[in-house]
T-cell receptor, first 114, second 111 residues
Framework: EPEVTQTPSHQVTQMGQEVILRCVPISNHLYFYWYRQILGQKVEFLVSFYNNEISEKSEIFDDQFSVERPDGSNFTLKIRSTKLEDSAMYFC????????????FGDGTRLSIL | GENVEQHPSTLSVQEGDSAVIKCTYSDSASNYFPWYKQELGKRPQLIIDIRSNVGEKKDQRIAVTLNKTAKHFSLHITETQPEDSAVYFCAANQAGTALIFGKGTTLSVSS
């Protein structure tokens, strides 16, 4: 069964540094998402992406965040000037369609900001 | 925006018993309600979903019911097994594709 893959599985970064989290969505999926989960808390929506542009974003997704589809397979989340509170598990997800379509999650990247 | 409340936060049952988790949502425009199971340190895994044009959906031991008027939906697991132990999250879509999650229910099934 095809899966969403994410790299790296764990990223440790100094506060103030930039990080790029990478995702390869399921190949025939057209909608891509980033979510985050602070340890022990609920999953929170960050952004959705379709047709090479952001379709929705949450209040969390401020100017320090950006997303990109640099080629036909990768989908990236960049966090500029990381803060301690950015420490969380970041999940990428993808779906075939948009509204009311199942979203399949990757294994996540654990981001630790020191 | 959408707000999803989930209860209970923890649930302990004996193997073979049924478990019920309930969620309420605030946005009447929401039309898609998935349930995810998350084992410790792993990805949220979609286990069942329901759309607003359906009142109930079943998949083996798992069922979900939706009451649009009351804006609540529930997950029912029958004949629980130890491997059902996990955190379960409900979610609702917010005006499009964004999923808004509940805070999760930690289900413990003891044998």
């Amino acid at each position: 069964e095809p899966e969403v893959t994410q790299t790296p599985s764990h990223q440790v970064t100094q506060m103030g540094q930039e990080v790029i989290l990478r995702c390869v969505p399921i190949s025939n999926h057209l909608y891509f998402y980033w979510y985050r989960q602070i340890l022990g808390q609920k999953v929170e929506f960050l952004v959705s992406f379709y047709n090479n542009e952001i379709s929705e974003k949450s209040e969390i997704f401020d100017d320090q965040f950006s997303v990109e589809r640099p080629d036909g397979s990768n989908f990236t989340l960049k966090i500029r000037s990381t803060k301690l509170e950015d420490s969380a598990m970041y999940f990428c997800a993808s779906s075939v369609g948009g509204v009311d379509q199942p979203q399949h999650f990757g294994d996540g990247t654990r981001l630790s900001i020191l | 925006g959408e707000n999803v409340e989930q209860h209970p936060s923890t649930l302990s049952v004996q193997e073979g018993d049924s478990a019920v988790i309930k969620c309420t949502y605030s946005d009447s425009a929401s039309n898609y309600f998935p349930w995810y199971k998350q084992e410790l340190g792993k990805r949220p895994q979609l286990i069942i979903d329901i759309r607003s044009n359906v009142g109930e959906k079943k998949d083996q031991r798992i069922a979900v019911t939706l009451n649009k008027t009351a804006k609540h939906f529930s997950l029912h697991i029958t004949e629980t097994q130890p491997e059902d132990s996990a955190v379960y999250f409900c979610a609702a879509n917010q005006a499009g594709t964004a999923l808004i999650f509940g805070k999760g229910t930690t289900l413990s099934v003891s044998s």
